[in-house]
């Protein structure tokens, strides 16, 4: 079983940045890949980035590359999306989620334990 909580949440300006951070409980931590999901009001749950349990191995969608970075402390049992550039479109609630398929993956369905989620929300 692995406990995921997610925090670094906030209200941003366009062009700001924001740090996210993921806690996981559980041994095994670093045996996880590890991926962020976004969902803003009234869409459905999309991928933003994803991590092998190594970190040896970063994904990101298009519509964040470049701008976003996630990186892993295994040591700490702890995830990090890094945020730069933010535009109003990236607000959403931003989940963290860890599965047994350790090279990571853009499907949700790869994924067996989530966090509850954190806000961003970025300003024009």
């Known amino acids: 079983q692995v406990q995921l909580v997610e925090s670094g949440g906030g209200l941003v300006q366009a062009g700001g940045s924001l740090r996210l951070s993921c806690a996981a409980s559980g041994r095994t931590f670093g045996s996880y890949a590890m991926g962020w999901f976004r969902q803003a009001p009234g869409k459905e749950r999309e991928f933003v980035a994803a991590?092998?349990?190594?970190?040896?191995?970063?994904y990101y969608a298009d519509s964040v590359k470049g701008r976003f970075t996630m990186s892993r402390d295994n040591a700490k049992n702890t995830v990090y999306l890094r945020m730069n550039l933010l535009k109003p479109e990236d607000t959403a609630v931003y989940y963290c989620?860890?599965?047994?398929?350790?090279?990571?993956?853009?499907?949700?369905?790869?994924?067996?334990?989530w966090g509850q989620g954190t806000q961003v929300t970025v300003s024009s």
């Open positions: 989620a860890a599965g047994q398929y350790g090279l990571g993956s853009r499907s949700s369905l790869e994924y067996d334990y």
């Open positions: 991590i092998s349990w190594s970190g040896g191995s970063t």
